[in-house]
């Protein structure tokens, strides 16, 4: 009898995250992205970033908006500090990445990849997200440091456009919250290691991602730590998001 019990109290433990990573590849990656990012009701956030370098340490802060036009996604970085970079934007489009700053006359096409803080690229700012970006190419449960089982997922992207190829995330198989992913260069040299540091939950219930941190692969002694101060909802005027009038849209 008692050892029945004991039998069915260890599956009663262990089904949620036996549950959990038997979720197809499709669920699975749209589960990844629900738990880093808020509710689409929110479309505005303000960020602090900190850049961590061997000989500097080094503060900004952004404005982050989204926007889906007819179906398609786009985001836009604005810089409100330091003061020196107050007024830079970087716009994410579906047919490509452009900057603008106050001192030029017009956009100029750059790439997702491209840093614009410390090493937080565009991508990476305004977010990566996996589902019909990426496909899962191999599941497995491996041990982190702390002892605790995680689920590890090799994801590769669907085409050339998505900055960054391939990504090696992991998964806590209870929550599904992702606990850090690393970055791969094209060449498959491991760039980042990107560590979602904390999770908040809003009034609502609604959870994400509010502290991560970016960890240099390639150069010693260099991180990032992106922190969301704020999460909002607004009005969003397409201008905002049109190229063609950067600078002049507000």
């Known amino acids: 009898m008692k050892l029945a019990l004991a039998l069915a109290l260890t599956l009663l433990v262990a089904a949620p995250a036996i549950a959990q990573t038997a979720l197809s590849d499709s669920d699975l990656l749209?589960?990844?992205?629900?738990a880093r990012f808020p509710a689409a009701d929110v479309n505005v956030l303000r960020i602090h970033i900190?850049?961590?370098?061997?000989?500097?340490?080094?503060?900004?802060?952004?404005?982050?908006?989204?926007?889906?036009?007819?179906?398609?996604?786009?985001?836009?970085?604005?810089f409100l500090s330091p003061a020196d970079m107050a007024g830079q934007i970087y716009l994410s489009t579906p047919d490509a990445t452009y900057f603008f700053s106050p001192d030029l006359t017009s956009p100029i096409k750059t790439s997702a990849t491209a840093e614009i803080f410390g090493d937080s690229a565009v991508a990476q700012?305004?977010?990566?997200?996996?589902?019909?970006?990426?496909?899962?190419?191999?599941?497995?449960?491996?041990?982190?440091?702390?002892?605790?089982?995680?689920?590890?997922?090799?994801?590769?992207?669907?085409?050339?456009?998505?900055?960054?190829?391939?990504?090696?995330?992991?998964?806590?198989?209870?929550?599904?919250?992702?606990?850090?992913?690393?970055?791969?260069?094209?060449?498959?040299?491991?760039?980042?290691d990107v560590t979602y540091k904390n999770y908040v939950t809003r009034d609502n219930g609604d959870a994400y991602?509010?502290?991560?941190?970016?960890?240099?692969?390639?150069?010693?002694?260099r991180?990032?730590?992106?922190?969301?101060?704020?999460?909002?909802?607004?009005?969003?005027?397409?201008?905002?998001?049109?190229?063609?009038?950067?600078?002049?849209?507000?």
């Open 30 to 34: 749209s589960a990844l992205d629900e």
């Open 50 to 78: 900190t850049s961590i370098t061997p000989g500097a340490t080094r503060e900004a802060e952004i404005l982050l908006r989204f926007k889906q036009i007819s179906g398609k996604d786009y985001a836009r970085i604005e």
């Open 125 to 192: 700012t305004s977010g990566i997200r996996f589902l019909s970006k990426y496909t899962i190419t191999a599941r497995r449960t491996v041990q982190g440091a702390d002892g605790s089982k995680l689920l590890e997922l090799d994801l590769a992207a669907v085409d050339y456009t998505v900055a960054f190829q391939v990504i090696t995330v992991h998964v806590d198989p209870v929550t599904v919250r992702p606990v850090s992913a690393t970055l791969y260069a094209v060449s498959g040299l491991p760039f980042y």
């Open 209 to 221: 991602v509010a502290v991560q941190e970016i960890t240099n692969r390639l150069f010693a002694g």
């Open 223 to 250: 991180t990032t730590t992106s922190e969301i101060l704020d999460a909002s909802a607004a009005d969003l005027p397409d201008a905002l998001f049109d190229p063609a009038l950067l600078g002049t849209s507000g």
